[in-house]
Every structure is written in C-alpha cells, then in structure tokens.
C-alpha cells in the first residue's frame, strides 16, 4: 500500500458515514492525485485554475473536480463545464457570473457560499451580515443555472482548540439559520465544508459534511 493510499485509509476511518473527503491536491503532482485515485479517492479540491486545468486533462474522467480557493470572475468560464462544486462563492458578483457561464454550458452548477468566521484579516468571504443581506435580496433565487448547497468556512490557523471550536460552531449555527429562512423548501441546502489536515477532527462535531484535507494525504506543500 502506497504511502498516499495509507494515509486516505486512516483519514477516511474517522470520519461518520454523512461527512465526504475532499482531497485537497492543490501543488501536488498528478502522479500523487493518480495513486490516491487508484486507492478510491474520487473528489480532489484545487484553488487554483489553470493548474485545475493541467490536471483534469491529464486524470481519469470519473473524478469530481472541487474548487475551493479564491475564484476570480474572469476565470469562471474555463472551470464551468467540468467543475462539481464551487466551494468559495464570496460575492455576489461572483455568483452572477457562475450563473452565466453556466448557463452557457447548459449546466447546473453547485456552489457553496464562504463565510468568513476566522478572527484572520486575510482570508476571503462573506461576513455573515453581508451574507443576510445577499439573500435576503433574493436576487440569487433568479438564477437557474447555480444550486446554493450550503457554506464553507476556514478557521483561524492556531493552536487554540477553544477558539477553532467557537469558530465552527458559529458557521453551524449560522448554516442553520439561513437554511431556515431561505432553505426550508430546498432539501439540497445540505452541505458544510469546514476542516483542514490540522482542525478536520473538530469540524466533524459540529456537522461537517465535506472536510478538505491536504497535508495529511499528500504530505507536506513545497
Ligand atoms: C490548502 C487548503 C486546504 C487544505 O489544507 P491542509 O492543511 O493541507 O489540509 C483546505 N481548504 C482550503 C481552502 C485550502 O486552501
């Protein structure tokens, strides 16, 4: 067994039978996504688009393809006929592009909307407000061509558990609320994507349905 197949194996054995494994492949070779391939990964997270692109080329065509990073407009259009689920919608603006070149391709793509719950400056997202205000707008409930499935979050990168905790309990919480005023009719509003290699085990407790684990599979980023 490969190094890669081992470390999926345990990652995979700790996580309930609701929760997906998204491996985050992003500056690894296509020879390590091809073995973790080989030992049943199926879902593979980029965050940046041409090496998507490079990489889905080269990759057998079963594989779900997850963008997680940041997603500038003007790239959409080149991910919009493959890719399964968009994790880091951050603006309106954004989403209304996804919309369109969607709907060029004559698809429905899935897109979960970031929050930014970490106490970081750096990292992208909603705040929560902005995200009411954005659907209370309903604007987004026009666009046939997106399915809203639900949020993704990052936690501030520390050693403190209490604090990642607080963090994820709140992008929870705040799931919950917005799937009750919004989502009630939707049962596809269904999806929180929370937990990296360092935090995964937390994000679990507090309803983590995709975890996005790099490290621990792939080994270290150069
Ligand atoms: C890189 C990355 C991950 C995976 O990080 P690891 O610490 O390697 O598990 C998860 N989510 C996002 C958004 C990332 O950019």
Request: charged share 25%.
């Amino acid at each position: 067994m490969s190094a890669i197949a081992r470390n999926i194996a345990i990652v995979k054995s700790t996580l309930p039978p609701h929760t997906r494994l998204v491996g985050v492949s992003k500056f690894h070779p296509v020879e390590a996504l091809q073995e973790a391939y080989e030992a049943g990964q199926r879902i593979f997270g980029e965050s940046r688009v041409q090496e998507l692109l490079t990489k889905q080329a080269a990759l057998p065509t079963d594989i779900e393809w997850h963008f997680i990073g940041h997603l500038q407009t003007n790239k959409v259009r080149q991910i919009a006929p493959f890719i399964g689920l968009i994790h880091s919608i951050d603006s309106p603006r954004l989403l209304t592009e996804v919309e369109k070149e969607a709907a060029r391709c004559n698809r429905v793509i899935d897109c979960l909307l970031q929050l930014h719950i970490a106490s970081e400056e750096t990292k992208y997202g909603f705040s929560p407000d902005e995200c009411r205000d954005f659907l209370a707008t309903n604007a987004w409930r026009e666009m046939s061509h997106i399915r809203i499935r639900g949020v993704m979050g990052m936690a501030t990168y520390t050693d403190d558990e209490s604090l990642i905790r607080s963090e994820f309990a709140s992008l929870q919480a705040f799931y919950r609320e917005i799937k009750a005023c919004h989502f009630a009719d939707a049962p596809s509003f269904d999806e929180i994507s929370m937990g990296m290699s360092h935090d995964y085990p937390i994000a679990i407790e507090y309803g983590a349905t995709l975890v996005r684990v790099g490290s621990l599979i792939f080994g270290d980023r150069i």
